[in-house]
Nanobody, 123 residues
Framework: QVQLIESGGGWVQAGGSLRLSCAAS??????MGWFRQAPGKEREFVAA????????FYADSVKGRFTISGDNAKNTAYLQMNSLKPEDTAVYYC??????????????????WGQGTQVTVNS
């Protein structure tokens, strides 16, 4: 079982930046990802990183603005969010897979989830 603890959410003006962190403990994982869910909407993929090799994947809506990275020594993934827009407002969830997957963008691929952290972007 992988345990995930998120931090770093908050309130920011449009155009600003935030960095989310996700500290993992427990068994080995293959991918870490970030998803988000806005009120009244389905959870959507944001970004993912393959822990071995560091390949990264992004949703089109965040490409060029968000960067996912990982620190192997700290077992922590980060999501640097720049040029934030009001439509980025959502609860952001960190997730991890304990098995390989060909679909790191699909929530069904993940078997461990964090508690979520609120990100609010004010226009």
């Amino acid at each position: 079982q992988v345990q995930l603890i998120e931090s770093g959410g908050g309130w920011v003006q449009a155009g600003g930046s935030l960095r989310l962190s996700c500290a993992a403990s427990g068994r080995t994982f293959y991918y870490m990802g970030w998803f988000r869910q806005a009120p009244g909407k389905e959870r959507e993929f944001v970004a993912a990183i393959r822990w071995s090799g560091s390949s990264t994947f992004y949703a089109d809506s965040v490409k060029g603005r968000f960067t996912i990275s990982g620190d192997n020594a700290k077992n922590t993934a980060y999501l640097q969010m720049n040029s934030l827009k009001p439509e980025d407002t959502a609860v952001y969830y960190c997730a991890a897979t304990t098995h390989g997957t060909l679909r790191p963008y699909a929530s069904q691929s993940y078997d461990a989830w964090g508690q979520g952290t609120q990100v609010t972007v004010n226009s």
